[in-house]
């Protein structure tokens, strides 16, 4: 069988963003269709004279809508920045991405901001979840877990801040990552939080997320050999991450783990007395809030009707934070980072479910209070990754039933090339 050539999967993913049945038009707010077609053909053209780029030359990538791009406003999915002064060049990684050859097709949408772990849109739509279009793709990189799942793109481009690559992928059954936070430049995707941000991939592979990730952080990408299962060490946090689970999640983290287990690896149960110290950080006012106050205040003030009124009540929490508590807060947390470390030592990786509930339906987030406590369920497991500094995945689970689960691996800063191997073999295991 003929393999099939950019072109023609870049034709197909134009297809299905174009299709008026399809959730094209609410998860893909710009597409770049002649530019996609210059770079896939550029692409072919290397594949025939046996000189690919490497491995992501000619794979259709989707980038969130907050990455700048050369000459066009960067929207961050608000309506706000919809006319702002064009970006002066490409983001480090997008540049990175286009270098290797991947041929960007679209921007995705995403929560205006990225804060939130819902994924609604108000001003640009929702896109509808895979599994079930009246539930919610989980955000804040909704367009680009949706893209993915739904064959108009290869791979996705998101940013990670408390969850955001990985509680879309995890609601949308598709693999996301997120890296240790300096290896992927921030620079040129606007920020939510200073201290939180990294940058990383969503896809239908580990090996499609670890290639992409090694081009953004500048390595050469190998594809990732599965570890031995055997042996390995996953520590089960005990306590909150666990609380509360909904039947679906409960019953297929049970079964992950007996998987795990009869493949020989050595669970234990790890008490994290340090997860108390990040819920009381974060109750003193946290640093998202506290840091995208800083970046939005004057537009609060000018025009705060134009937000997304979830997304402002979640920012205008950081204005009642004193300079004190917040200089504070920074000290103690380079101490809990570190003891985190120092836990994580013995372990290859934590083993927790990436959100304790499945997707809920749009209708189920439609007022404050119930988008509130849906949004701090899905950004609960996720977060701790962010806060700690780690590097984590989420895996999709064998599917029994409509809805996905995701199932979160979660590794010491630095290990994300082993974290890669590790989720191969359990992604192998999986089937």
Same mark, same amino acid.
């Given at each position: 069988?003929?393999?099939?050539? +950019?072109?023609?999967?870049?034709?197909?993913?134009?297809?299905?963003?174009?299709?008026?049945?399809?959730?094209?038009?609410?998860?893909?707010?710009?597409?770049?269709?002649?530019?996609?077609? *210059?770079?896939?053909?550029?692409?072919?053209?290397?594949?025939?004279?046996?000189?690919?780029?490497?491995?992501?030359?000619?794979?259709?990538?989707?980038?969130?809508?907050?990455?700048?791009?050369?000459?066009?406003?960067?929207?961050?999915?608000?309506?706000?920045?919809?006319?702002? $002064? @064009?970006?002066?060049?490409?983001?480090?990684?997008?540049?990175?991405?286009?270098?290797?050859? #991947?041929?960007?097709?679209?921007?995705?949408?995403?929560?205006?901001?990225?804060?939130?772990?819902?994924?609604?849109?108000?001003?640009?739509?929702?896109?509808?979840?895979? #599994?079930?279009?009246?539930?919610?793709?989980?955000?804040?990189? +909704?367009?680009?877990?949706?893209?993915?799942?739904?064959? !108009?793109?290869?791979?996705?481009?998101?940013?990670?801040?408390?969850?955001?690559?990985?509680?879309?992928?995890?609601?949308?059954?598709?693999?996301?990552?997120?890296?240790?936070?300096?290896?992927?430049?921030?620079?040129?995707?606007?920020?939510?939080?200073?201290?939180?941000?990294?940058?990383?991939?969503?896809?239908?592979?580990?090996?499609?997320?670890?290639?992409?990730?090694?081009?953004?952080?500048?390595?050469?990408?190998?594809?990732?050999?599965?570890?031995?299962?055997?042996?390995?060490?996953?520590?089960?946090?005990?306590?909150?991450?666990?609380?509360?689970?909904?039947?679906?999640?409960?019953?297929?983290?049970?079964?992950?783990?007996?998987?795990?287990?009869?493949?020989?690896?050595?669970? +234990?149960?790890?008490?994290?007395?340090?997860?108390?110290?990040?819920?009381?950080?974060?109750?003193?006012?946290?640093?998202?809030?506290?840091?995208?106050?800083?970046?939005?205040?004057?537009?609060?003030?000018?025009?705060?009707?134009?937000?997304?009124?979830?997304?402002?009540?979640?920012? =205008?929490?950081?204005?009642?934070?004193?300079?004190?508590?917040?200089?504070?807060?920074?000290?103690?947390?380079?101490?809990?980072?570190?003891?985190?470390?120092?836990?994580?030592?013995?372990?290859?990786?934590?083993?927790?479910?990436?959100?304790?509930?499945?997707?809920?339906?749009?209708?189920?987030?439609?007022?404050?209070?119930?988008?509130?406590?849906?949004?701090?369920?899905?950004?609960?497991?996720?977060?701790?990754?962010?806060?700690?500094?780690?590097?984590?995945?989420?895996?999709?689970? @064998?599917?029994?039933?409509?809805? $996905?689960?995701?199932? !979160?691996?979660?590794?010491?800063?630095? *290990?994300?090339?082993?974290?890669?191997?590790?989720?191969? *073999?359990? =992604?192998?295991?999986?089937?």
């Amino acid at each position: 069988m003929t393999q099939q050539t +950019s072109r023609d999967r870049l034709e197909d993913a134009l297809a299905r963003i174009r299709d008026p049945k399809g959730e094209g038009a609410r998860a893909c707010l710009t597409v770049y269709e002649e530019a996609a077609r *210059a770079a896939a053909d550029a692409a072919d053209a290397r594949a025939r004279l046996g000189m690919p780029l490497g491995p992501l030359d000619g794979t259709v990538v989707t980038i969130k809508d907050l990455f700048d791009v050369a000459g066009e406003p960067t929207r961050a999915g608000s309506t706000i920045r919809a006319e702002a $002064p @064009p970006a002066r060049a490409d983001a480090p990684a997008v540049r990175r991405l286009r270098a290797a050859g #991947a041929v960007i097709v679209a921007k995705t949408n995403m929560t205006e901001f990225a804060f939130s772990g819902v994924g609604l849109n108000p001003h640009y739509g929702t896109p509808g979840n895979p #599994a079930d279009r009246a539930r919610i793709p989980g955000g804040s990189t +909704s367009g680009g877990a949706v893209a993915v799942a739904d064959g !108009m793109c290869e791979i996705a481009i998101g940013s990670d801040t408390g969850g955001s690559t990985r509680i879309p992928a995890a609601l949308c059954g598709i693999v996301g990552f997120k890296p240790s936070q300096r290896r992927v430049p921030i620079g040129g995707a606007f920020p939510l939080s200073f201290t939180l941000d990294s940058i990383g991939p969503m896809a239908a592979s580990v090996a499609d997320c670890a290639a992409a990730d090694a081009v953004m952080a500048g390595e050469e990408p190998a594809t990732p050999a599965p570890a031995r299962l055997a042996g390995l060490r996953f520590g089960v946090p005990q306590g909150l991450p666990l609380a509360d689970l909904d039947e679906t999640v409960s019953a297929r983290f049970a079964a992950a783990v007996e998987l795990l287990q009869k493949a020989g690896a050595r669970l +234990s149960d790890e008490p994290m007395p340090l997860l108390s110290d990040m819920l009381r950080i974060n109750a003193v006012g946290g640093f998202a809030p506290a840091e995208a106050y800083a970046i939005h205040r004057d537009d609060l003030a000018q025009r705060g009707e134009a937000f997304d009124p979830n997304v402002r009540a979640r920012i =205008e929490r950081g204005a009642k934070l004193a300079a004190a508590d917040y200089i504070a807060m920074a000290r103690e947390r380079v101490r809990l980072v570190a003891a985190m470390d120092a836990q994580l030592a013995p372990l290859d990786a934590l083993v927790l479910p990436t959100t304790p509930i499945v997707a809920p339906r749009i209708d189920e987030v439609a007022t404050p209070e119930t988008f509130g406590a849906r949004n701090m369920a899905l950004l609960r497991n996720t977060s701790l990754a962010n806060f700690f500094d780690l590097t984590a995945i989420s895996l999709p689970l @064998p599917r029994e039933g409509r809805l $996905p689960v995701g199932l !979160m691996l979660v590794a010491r800063n630095g *290990a994300d090339r082993r974290l890669f191997e590790i989720a191969a *073999a359990i =992604e192998r295991l999986f089937g």
